[in-house]
């Protein structure tokens, strides 16, 4: 990977909360332009943590998070302008008296135009199926109502960088897949997506490299298909295989590319049953 299509890197991050152990001992990772990377990890091994210390809302007590090779402590508050953070609970992110407010909050800190605030909210609460609730104030919301919105409020000012914390907690199939694309477009336009996530069927969907934190540390780095089907590394994740894997598995296809998602099994299946069609026959 060469630097200049850096976005974000972190390196030998030491943090702890006051009074507190130590959360992070050194944890290193890179993340690039076009890129989805994925942190993995047991429950309380400090995911969110290295999220808010590599979003800047955090400081480290020793290590440095550079934003486009330059420290990101140097580029706040600006620099927020082109961070995204989608906290885990999104009752710590919605404080608006209504969720057409809550979308348009940062667009008002940027924009003139109240049109353009009012254009920009409508276009995106159309796309993730928010439009029938933009009067309806955020705390009557449903929790999965309240992710998407909290996702919402921070796509409308089209961040360079999406960190998001467990985005498919408490989601339904469906609003899964509307993260699911989201994630995608967002690589497509060459921004850069940092997730935490112990959905692994999510990390499998979207993930280009994962990372395991245990320990403090992070492990792996590596292609998404190596970290997902590496048992010693989902071990220290506390995850087992995506179930395409294991289907595969138990069906006894010997296969050159392991598949991670329902799709890939589906068209391994496909190219097998051309193969032996293609045979002749005896």
Known sequence: MRQRCLLLSASSLHFRYPRGPEVLKGASFTLARGEVVAIIGPNGSGKTTLLLVASGLLEPDSGEVLFEGSPLKEQLPWVRRRIGFVFQDPD???FNPTVFDEMAFALRQILSSEAEVRRR?????????????????????????KRRLALASVLTYDPDLLILDEPTANLSSRSVEEVVEVVREARGASKGV???SHDVEFVASVADRVYVLSGGRLHGGLSAREVLTDEALLSLADMSPPAALRAAEALGLRLKRPPLTVEELKEAREDACRLLAAQPKR
């Open 121 to 145: 909210v409508e276009e995106l609460a159309r796309r993730l199926k928010l439009s029938h609730l933009l009067e309806r104030p955020p705390f009557k919301l449903s929790v999965g109502e």
């Open 92 to 94: 710590d992110q919605l």
């Open 194 to 196: 940092l997730v935490s």
